[in-house]
């Protein structure tokens, strides 16, 4: 039940032995009538409160540092990932989170596109290209 911190599931169980009903609670806790159901049963199978272990590596980042990731990138969509991995929190993420998070929103990277570099030798055929296209008439 990550939805409820430890002293809400306290003080629900409490207000629950006093004859509070789920919708009630529901209502008081901002969460489901599921989540207070499934968190009374688990109080009278087990006798606690606490979260069941979960299999699977826990998440880098909250739902908040993601919404923050996404909101640099709408800001400045030339800022990149790897810049964005070691500046913008105040922990060390890598730059493959950043992107996973970035893909998951559907922002892709972009990078500015300055121009082909030009030789002296596309200088000069787009020159010799132009002297020529000067004389031209519209039959032409």
């Given at each position: 039940m990550p939805?409820?911190?430890?002293?809400?599931?306290?003080?629900?169980?409490g207000m629950?032995n006093?004859?509070?009903?789920?919708r009630?609670?529901?209502?008081t806790f901002?969460?489901?009538q599921?989540?207070?159901s499934?968190?009374?049963?688990?109080?009278?199978?087990?006798?606690?409160?606490?979260?069941r272990?979960?299999?699977g590596?826990?998440?880098v980042?909250?739902p908040?540092e993601?919404?923050?990731?996404?909101?640099?990138?709408?800001?400045?969509r030339f800022v990149?990932?790897t810049?964005?991995?070691?500046?913008?929190l105040?922990h060390?993420?890598?730059r493959r989170?950043v992107?996973?998070?970035?893909?998951?929103?559907?922002?892709r990277?972009?990078?500015p596109?300055r121009?082909?570099?030009?030789?002296c030798?596309?200088r000069?055929?787009?020159?010799?290209w132009a002297?020529?296209v000067?004389?031209?008439q519209?039959?032409d």
């Amino acid at each position: 039940m990550p939805g409820l911190t430890q002293a809400q599931r306290d003080r629900a169980i409490g207000m629950a032995n006093e004859g509070a009903s789920q919708r009630h609670l529901a209502r008081t806790f901002n969460c489901s009538q599921a989540t207070i159901s499934k968190l009374l049963n688990r109080y009278r199978q087990t006798g606690q409160t606490q979260d069941r272990p979960r299999s699977g590596r826990p998440r880098v980042t909250t739902p908040a540092e993601d919404r923050y990731i996404r909101q640099i990138h709408f800001r400045n969509r030339f800022v990149t990932d790897t810049s964005t991995a070691a500046t913008a929190l105040g922990h060390a993420i890598s730059r493959r989170t950043v992107f996973r998070r970035l893909h998951v929103a559907g922002i892709r990277a972009y990078r500015p596109f300055r121009g082909m570099t030009l030789t002296c030798q596309h200088r000069d055929r787009r020159l010799r290209w132009a002297r020529t296209v000067r004389r031209w008439q519209r039959r032409d």
